[in-house]
């Protein structure tokens, strides 16, 4: 005896109703991948009833699949064309990387661990960040072409925000945009600091 799955659709209409559009979230583009990519199927079988909370699903060894209000935030704001080479560095899942790719000329991800490790040189038009970053690598920007733009969450003063930054005469910076629920990936922590304890 086979067992059918339930269809999901329509939890991926509650989310988009109740999630994204009561947040601001109402661009057509990004509700249309919202709709069209089931979070289930990024999950294992066990945490697959989890998909469509309203918060981050763990998935232990440092994997995730963050808020559906993360993912509408961040496309939002990272807004890819046709023509836009995307690095997508990954929260463990490959949920982001298939949210961007029909928007994109191409989509390269990569784990964050490779992220953290990675020696670029201007390849990319647009870098996101499927979660919350400490610092920003020097390898990671140099992967960002002049002018190229980054998306991501940032840990500032222990709270995790929506970022977004440009790179303008090689350098990047990254400004804060709204307080958002993001997962934290340690691959990006920065170095400990002495304190008095």
Known sequence: MTQTLPDTRTARRAMIDSQLRTSGVNEEYVLARMLAVPREDFLPAEK??????????????????????????????????????????????GYLAALIAPLAGSVTEVTAAEAAALQGAGEYDLVVVDGAIEQLPEGLAAALAENGRIVTGLVLRQVTRLASGRKIAGTVSLQPLEDLGIPVLAAFAAPKRWTFA
């Open 48 to 93: 697959a009833a989890q998909a469509y909370i309203d918060r981050a699903v763990s998935l232990g060894e440092g994997g995730h699949l963050a808020s559906p209000l993360f993912y509408g935030k961040l496309l939002l704001e990272a807004a890819p064309a046709p023509e836009t080479r995307v690095l997508v560095v990954s929260g463990g899942t």
